[in-house]
């Protein structure tokens, strides 16, 4: 039962507002609405709407200041007795049942190297507000933006070329890495979040701008990594006091796997994630499964290089299409339904060579990505995806599974153990079954009574499932749970490819002695 912290910087290093022995102010509830609710947008900032309970007034007093100054908000892990400091005074002096003394607890400043506390959200302070009279004290309700808003605020000329080739023209950079570089050169000027994107790496020039069109720098990164096969969303993600702007890969296949205990598990890049309980996880009464309006093809909106009389570089839209190759049945594809990405990248050369000789080269999507194009396509046509889903931290402990109260995405995981999971499709393969994660929703925090309630309402997204390794009788070995253990249908069954075996112990020969 961790409460939340607030910390806020003014500039002169952290403060917590709602530190109890510090007797500031009550943190007493906050709204995050974050993400997106469909894979064809790109996430805007995140918008904090909070409300603190000024005790003596000093909050109020400067409300003026409160604007532009930084928060985080964290939650610490569950409280040890080695945590309790000296300051919380002698056993006389606490006035709380034991069951209540871990929210005498404060952790450490966000900047402390030893800080175990889990940062949910990282923001600046918008202006306005309201402030009411409030017993003793005051009410103060603000909202505060995500720091991702530095990108969005970020519009200003890009880099230019001496060469006259790319005359009237900024953000002119012919690989990749180089505007991201200058991306995140810019962002560090400002002290905005920088952009990670370890593992796009991929081939092309992007588009330059003309001197007339000045793009957002968030828009700048959407449109830098939109045709690469993983189909990246971007997020700011808080760590302790820092954030990093990473993706979220919707078409990086993962692999499902069964432990020793029946759980079935998510492995993606060698990370290893347990099923979630449905049990734990609140729905609607009804379990209301949405039903996806058929996508049949991927249509990338990126750009033709062209050249004039004189060689000057400028670039046109173009478009490339990569459909579902015959994966979903002829009822979905009768009516052609695009998903459609907007990127910069270079993907036809009509310029008789001059892009090359300007250091350019273009991109255009190899069979492979094409085959990868289809399977995801097939994904999410093909799975119904529970329309409701809450992660309560009454039931779902935030010491244990973090991940799930963050204001980005989790990462890939599975719901065992639902209803749902007895659907069938007309391939035998289950209806809900299989990996998803989280692109958006609504962190929420409130008391209810006495206790500090976190509950985040997500929207999951289908992620495909690498299926190249079809598991059969005989790799499940000597699995060890019986059929009453795996909270799992026949049809679900089939989704896993790997099954832990249980660890082989050493034992004793006749006599006794170990060999």
Do not use: C
């Not at 023209?169 to 995140?184: D, K, P, S, Y």
């Not at 289809?374 to 809450?390: F, Q």
């Not at 995981?413 to 393969?429: I, K, M, V, W």
């Amino acid at each position: 039962m961790q409460k939340p912290f607030m910390f806020i910087d003014w500039g002169d290093g952290w403060k917590s507002l709602n530190d109890p022995l510090q007797d500031i102010a009550v943190l007493a509830q906050f709204s995050v609405q974050w993400g997106v609710e469909t894979a064809d947008e790109q996430p805007d900032p995140s918008v904090m709407s909070f409300t603190l309970r000024d005790l003596r007034g000093w909050l109020t007093g400067r409300a003026l200041t409160l604007a532009g100054a930084r928060i985080l908000v964290q939650i610490s892990e569950q409280p040890t007795w080695a945590m309790l400091t000296d300051a919380m005074g002698t056993w006389a002096a606490q006035r709380m049942p034991l069951n209540r003394l871990h929210s005498a607890y404060a952790p450490p400043i966000p900047g402390n190297p030893d800080s175990t506390a889990i940062t949910l959200f990282d923001g600046i302070v918008s202006n306005g507000g309201t402030a009411t009279a409030h017993k003793t004290g005051w009410k103060l309700k603000l909202t505060a933006s995500s720091r991702l808003l530095l990108w969005k605020r970020l519009a200003k000329q890009g880099p230019t070329s001496t060469d006259v080739r790319w005359a009237g023209q900024h953000w002119v950079t012919t690989t990749i890495a180089a505007r991201l570089a200058e991306l995140n050169t810019r962002a560090r000027e400002v002290n905005a979040p920088e952009a990670d994107a370890a593992g796009l790496e991929t081939t092309g020039t992007p588009a330059s701008y003309d001197t007339t069109d000045y793009p957002t720098q968030l828009d700048l990164l959407h449109r830098l990594y939109a045709h690469h096969p993983h189909m990246p969303l971007w997020y700011e993600v808080p760590h302790k006091d820092a954030s990093v702007i990473e993706y979220t890969p919707l078409n990086r296949p993962v692999t499902m796997g069964a432990a020793t205990d029946g759980t079935l598990t998510i492995t993606d890049q060698g990370t290893v994630t347990p099923a979630i309980p449905a049990s734990l996880v609140e729905t609607d009464d009804d379990f209301t499964l949405t039903v996806p309006e058929p996508l049949t093809q991927i249509t990338l909106k990126a750009k033709k290089a062209t050249a004039d009389d004189d060689g000057v570089l400028s670039f046109e839209d173009d478009e490339t299409q990569m459909g579902d190759r015959g994966l979903l049945p002829e009822n979905l594809t009768a009516t052609q339904s695009s998903f459609t990405l907007e990127s910069d990248i270079a993907t036809q050369d009509d310029t008789g060579g001059i892009l090359g000789r300007a250091n350019g080269t273009i991109w255009t999507p190899s069979e492979q990505n094409r085959i990868a194009a289809a399977r995801w396509l097939e994904t999410i046509d093909r799975r119904l995806t529970p329309e409701t889903i809450v992660f309560d931290g009454r039931k779902i402990d935030p010491a244990d599974r973090p991940e799930l109260y963050r204001t980005s995405p989790p990462g890939v995981f599975t719901l065992q153990g639902a209803r749902s999971g007895t659907l069938a499709d007309d391939t035998s393969r289950p209806a809900t079954g299989g990996a998803y994660t989280a692109i958006g929703g609504t962190l929420t925090f409130e008391w209810a009574d006495q206790t500090p309630v976190l509950r985040n309402e997500v929207t999951l997204w289908p992620i495909p499932l690498d299926t190249d390794h079809q598991a059969t009788w005989a790799d499940m070995q000597a699995w060890p749970p019986t059929w009453a253990q795996t909270a799992m249908s026949l049809a679900e069954l089939g989704l896993v490819s790997a099954y832990d075996q249980p660890a082989i112990i050493d034992q004793p020969n006749w006599e006794g002695a170990q060999p």
